[in-house]
């Protein structure tokens, strides 16, 4: 995984309350079990027609958002299944960081383990960010270890649980943690092997 400390992207406003995990990544694209190649399936629905072709009125089709690393959206964001897929999507895309006022508790904590930094910041404040980000580019710089988000005049902190937080500043997910600790486990096993 990926480490994480600080990190400066183009912000993406996703104007929608209750965006399901079939809508980030729809089942028909469930089928495989690596983590790369969700990108291209991201919102799939939404992005574009029956025919395949882009939908020039969603978000993430539009110029201004071409690259955008950020995705700022409304309540509730990940619910439904607890598709994993999810999470590998949005990061295969190119998100790094997603902004709402709550996240389903699956989700959010898909995001966590796969090293998507998932914020959960008060409504008023996501508001204004996807005001901003909604009049032309707008960059959020992003610091884990002060837990800020800053850009043009917007500044605010925001919580996440220190153990996530350590596990994202270093790049580990909990197979990683676990491997730090292969010689005491070998040395365990051969101390009580039959």
């Given at each position: 995984m990926k480490a994480f400390q600080t990190f400066e992207g183009l912000v993406c406003p996703l104007d929608r309350t209750?965006?399901?995990?079939?809508?980030?990544?729809?089942?028909?694209?469930?089928k495989r079990v690596e983590r790369?190649?969700?990108?291209?399936?991201?919102?799939?629905?939404?992005?574009?027609?029956?025919?395949?072709?882009?939908?020039?009125?969603?978000?993430?089709?539009?110029?201004?958002?071409?690259?955008?690393?950020?995705?700022?959206?409304?309540?509730?964001?990940?619910?439904?299944?607890?598709?994993?897929?999810?999470?590998?999507?949005?990061?295969?895309?190119?998100?790094?960081?997603?902004?709402?006022?709550?996240?389903?508790?699956?989700?959010?904590?898909?995001?966590?383990?796969?090293?998507?930094?998932?914020i959960r910041l008060d409504e008023r404040k996501v508001e204004t960010l996807i005001g901003c980000a909604s009049q032309g580019a707008f960059h959020l710089t992003v610091n884990l270890a002060e837990q800020t988000l800053t850009g043009n005049e917007f500044k605010e902190k925001f919580d996440i649980d220190p153990y996530q937080k350590e596990l994202l500043i270093k790049g580990l997910d909990e197979i990683a943690i676990t491997l730090n600790y292969d010689n005491d486990i070998t040395a365990y096993e051969q101390r009580h092997a039959m």
């Open positions: 209750n965006v399901d995990t079939d809508q980030i990544i729809p089942k028909q694209f469930l790369k190649g969700f990108g291209a399936c991201l919102f799939y629905n939404w992005r574009f027609d029956e025919k395949g072709n882009k939908k020039t009125d969603f978000i993430l089709n539009q110029p201004d958002y071409a690259g955008a690393s950020i995705l700022v959206a409304r309540d509730n964001f990940g619910c439904g299944s607890s598709r994993e897929h999810a999470p590998w999507a949005l990061q295969d895309y190119g998100f790094r960081v997603i902004i709402a006022p709550s996240f389903a508790d699956i989700f959010f904590n898909n995001c966590q383990k796969n090293g998507v930094l998932a």
